[in-house]
Nanobody
Framework: QVQLVESGGGSVQAGGSLRLSCAAS????????MGWFRQALGKEREGVAA????????YYADSVKGRFTIFQDNAKNTVYLEMNSLKPEDTAIYYC????????????????WGQGTQVTVSS
């Protein structure tokens, strides 16, 4: 059974930083794509960042390029999202996902999803 457990959400002021973690279990971690998505109130879920855990290639939404970094710790089967220079518009529930099923890494067509963690950025 695949489990994705997110942690690290919280409330920060604009300009602050947070690091999200996603620990994967029951999943062939090294052979696929893992991504971070977010969904703000009343909006559709959007791709934020993704990484191919085998080769390390990364993808970012334009809105977070230069501010967010996705990276992995293969020994811990964990993917992280380092978020800097946070803005109020980054406020959303952030979801970790695994196995893009061959679709674009930032498309929300992943097979497995975590429960989500709230990120709130105040101005």
């Amino acid at each position: 059974q695949v489990q994705l457990v997110e942690s690290g959400g919280g409330s920060v002021q604009a300009g602050g930083s947070l690091r999200l973690s996603c620990a994967a279990s029951g999943y062939t971690y090294s052979s696929n794509c893992m991504g971070w998505f977010r969904q703000a109130l009343g909006k559709e879920r959007e791709g934020v960042a993704a990484i191919y855990t085998g080769g390390g290639s990364t993808y970012y939404a334009d809105s977070v390029k230069g501010r967010f970094t996705i990276f992995q710790d293969n020994a811990k089967n964990t993917v992280y999202l380092e978020m800097n220079s946070l803005k109020p518009e980054d406020t959303a529930i952030y979801y970790c996902a695994a196995d893009s099923q061959g679709l674009h890494p930032l498309f929300p067509g992943y097979k497995y999803w975590g429960q989500g963690t709230q990120v709130t950025v105040s101005s």
